[in-house]
């Protein structure tokens, strides 16, 4: 008698509560695969209008996250309906959530950080492989990014780990587009208008050169004479290159100029310094002694009175 009173109850409970937990399950897989399907149909326009193999990367990247959170998020709200169809008080269970919740999230602060700041630097695509960026104090070559954080190489060879968390400014040098800045310094002695001439002359060159032609994007751009320095006249002047490639045509066209300027006999000053002895009353000059020495295995010592 008992067992039918047992079995009485467990198919009223099917027909009842069961039928709405069976009915929450399946609605929660439709959702899962609702969700899955408008994110992947998504991302799949979006990058339609990118040719570019990291940008996909990042795209997928991105969507597999939303993915996730959103399917944690279904299934939550699930298990909360289901537990409250049985019977089970969900009240206690989300107090005794809240403060495991809140213990973890003080334990694992910099974590979520590191993931929030990773999702925005993906999202926003401020940084990629392959770029060089200045973060967080440390510069060098992007040899991978993801939610946690950027790794880095120098020049000097040297990796570097940073969280994502921790960076709080982005100087990409290589984002669309790369730009170098020369500060061309001349004697005072000199033309102005012919040492412009001559820088021109140098990147037209330059740029007509098979080997750096296809790296250089625009025309030198000389912005004139920028500054009357102890020892020089600066005039400033920026290339426009692909990216990543400022260094390389830089290189280049500061050893042509040299060789330019030498044959055009322009002179590249160095710091000068003029010494003053000073008169008397008499107009007459102090004595000064002048030393000069030598320390390779020779022993020299010239005095000038």
């Known amino acids: 008698m008992q067992i039918d009173t047992y079995l009485d109850q467990i198919g009223s409970w099917l027909l009842t509560s069961g039928l709405r937990v069976l009915f929450i399950l399946v609605l929660t897989l439709i959702a899962m695969k609702v969700v899955s399907m408008v994110i992947s149909k998504l991302f799949v326009k979006f990058k339609k209008h990118k040719d570019d193999d990291e940008f ?56 979520v950080q590191d993931v929030i700041s990773g999702f925005f630097i993906l999202l926003e695509d401020q940084i990629r492989v392959g770029d060089v960026v200045q973060i967080a104090d440390k510069g060098g070559l992007v040899e991978k990014v993801n939610l946690r954080m950027v790794v880095l190489r120098d020049l000097a060879g040297n990796v570097h780990y940073v969280r994502n968390g921790q960076i709080d400014v982005v100087t990409n040098m290589t984002k669309d587009y790369s730009r170098y800045l020369f500060n061309i310094g001349v004697a005072y002695r000199e033309n102005v208008d012919e040492v412009i001439d001559v820088i021109k002359e140098v990147d037209e060159a330059l740029r007509n050169d098979p080997e750096y032609k296809d790296d250089i994007l625009e025309p030198i751009e000389v912005l004139g004479l920028d500054e009357f320095a102890d020892s020089a006249l600066v005039i400033k002047a920026r290339t426009t290159t692909k990216p990543i490639k400022q260094w390389r045509v830089a290189r280049e066209f500061n050893r042509r100029l040299k060789k330019r300027f030498d044959e055009k006999d322009i002179e590249i000053p160095f710091p000068h310094r003029t010494l003053y002895i000073g008169t008397d009353k008499k107009g007459e000059s102090p004595p000064l002694h002048l030393a000069v020495e030598e320390d390779q295995g020779l022993d020299i010592k010239e005095k000038t009175r």
Do not use: W
């Open 56 to 111: 996909n990367k990042r795209a997928d990247t991105l969507g597999s996250v939303i993915r996730y959170i959103l399917n944690i998020g279904i299934v939550l709200v699930a298990a909360m309906m289901i537990l409250n169809e049985i019977g089970i008080e969900i009240g206690p269970i989300l107090a005794a959530a809240g403060i495991v919740g809140l213990a973890v999230g003080f334990g694992a602060q910099k974590l």
